[in-house]
């Protein structure tokens, strides 16, 4: 009689966890009960691979004991991709001068929003779809604006604006002045057009008028 022993080892214990991302993000997935790995389809043979899917997908990983040689396989490693909010943005991107107000407005499937502050903008402004405030705070330039909007899922979409205040300038006619008589009555009419109207308080801006003139 013979008696013959077989040794049955036991199958490596893979452990890994499904994902969910954002469109366009990354996510490192990781096993652990093994001594070494081979991930497919990304072909990494750590214990760990990084992945940026587009689309919903499944990947598999398989665990080999080194000891004993055996080897054990996950077939299903999920990963499941959000799509991103879609967003809109609008403004009225070009002011007469400082006058007027700013409209900026997101459209989006959001359900947050979040605006850079400055320059018209405060923390109180928040959350909101759409902002308004007045042009007076600008001065003449180029103004970024940017809004982030986030869904449900945590997932984001950022878009900017430009307002770009515009003064027209002014001219003022006629730019040179008729010589006058001394002892002689002397009027004349200046007149400015271009800019927004009403028109502010006239000045000299160098020079001076003879005495007895005067510039109302």
Known sequence: TETITIDVNQLPILATTNATICSGSSVTLAASGADTYQWQPTGATTSTTTVIP???????VTG???????????TMVDVTVNALPTLTATANPNLTCT???VNLTATSTA????????????TGNQNQGSIT??????????YMYTVTATDANGCSATQAYTVTPVCPAISITPTNLAQGTVGSVYSQTLTATGGTAPYGTWTITAGT???GLTLN
Do not use: E, V
């Open 209 to 211: 008028l003879p005495a």
């Open 64 to 74: 080999t004991n080194t000891l004993t040689g055996c080897t054990s396989t996950l």
């Open 111 to 122: 359900t947050s929003y979040t605006w850079t502050t400055g320059n018209g903008i405060n």
């Open 133 to 142: 405030f007045p042009a007076s705070s600008l001065t003449t330039g180029m």
């Open 99 to 101: 006058s007027g107000t």
């Open 54 to 60: 587009t689309t919903n997908s499944t990947y598999t």
